[in-house]
């Protein structure tokens, strides 16, 4: 078993990657933004949630917290999960490894696709031009950006001192960065059956 995060800036192309992953290696996609945005149309979350959303900011801890873990006790079994857009503060990091450690199922890898901002701005305006998320223009994608540096950016130290990040270059195609990335988990569920084989 095997779960992964895939990491990166907004606009990183991590929600893409993500699908094509979960279809391949069959891993079961959390994706916080679209669980979010599902939630917002709910009652019980739509003020609380839509307005971070459209702010360009993070929805609050405990609520998303709350949501992701009892997304993971309901999905947890093989062969994994990958993880999109989740976590993104140390808060965030910190209880999802002690929630995987305590299911016996901790985290393999972290791939953090790596596209400058001016690449990544260009890639969600086009975006934006059919995704009908109100956070795809330029003042909600600059606040954004500016909330990823401050929050979720720490947590690439804080992943690689745990030896778990690697990273690859997201600007070549969506196809190429697919072939990489699908390398590297044969290469993750290798060693991680050896090691089971223990
Ligand atoms: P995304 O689809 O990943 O770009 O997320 C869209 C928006 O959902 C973000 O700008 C945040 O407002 C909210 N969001 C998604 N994931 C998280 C998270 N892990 N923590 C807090 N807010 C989140």
Redesign the pocket.
């Known amino acids: 078993m095997i779960n992964l995060i895939i990491f990166g800036s ?1 606009g990183a192309g ?2 893409t990657q993500a699908q094509l992953i979960a279809k391949k290696h069959r891993l079961y996609h959390i ?4 669980i ?2 599902a939630e917002s149309s709910s009652k019980k979350y739509k003020e609380s949630i839509t307005k ?2 459209n702010q ?4 609050p ?1 405990d609520l ?1 917290i709350g949501i992701i873990e009892n997304k993971v006790k309901e999905k947890i079994k093989e062969p994994g999960l990958i993880f ?6 140390i808060r ?1 990091a910190s209880s999802l490894n002690k929630l995987l450690k305590k299911l016996k199922s901790p985290l393999t890898a972290v791939i953090n696709l790596q596209l400058e901002e001016k690449t990544a701005v260009e890639r969600i305006l086009s975006r934006g031009l059919s995704s009908g998320r109100k ?1 795809d223009n330029l003042k909600t994608i600059k606040r ?1 950006f500016k909330i990823y540096e401050q929050e979720t950016k720490p947590l690439l130290k804080y992943y690689a001192k745990q030896g778990k990040l690697i990273t690859i270059d997201g600007h070549p195609s969506i196809a190429l960065v697919n072939k990489k990335i699908n390398a590297l988990i044969k290469d993750l569920q290798k060693s991680h059956a050896e090691v089971e084989a223990r």
Not at 56 to 59: I, P
Not at 84 to 89: A, F, I
């Open positions: 907004p991590k929600g994706s916080s933004g679209e979010l945005r971070f959303i360009g900011s993070l929805v801890d998303i999109d857009g989740y976590p993104r503060t965030q956070d954004r």
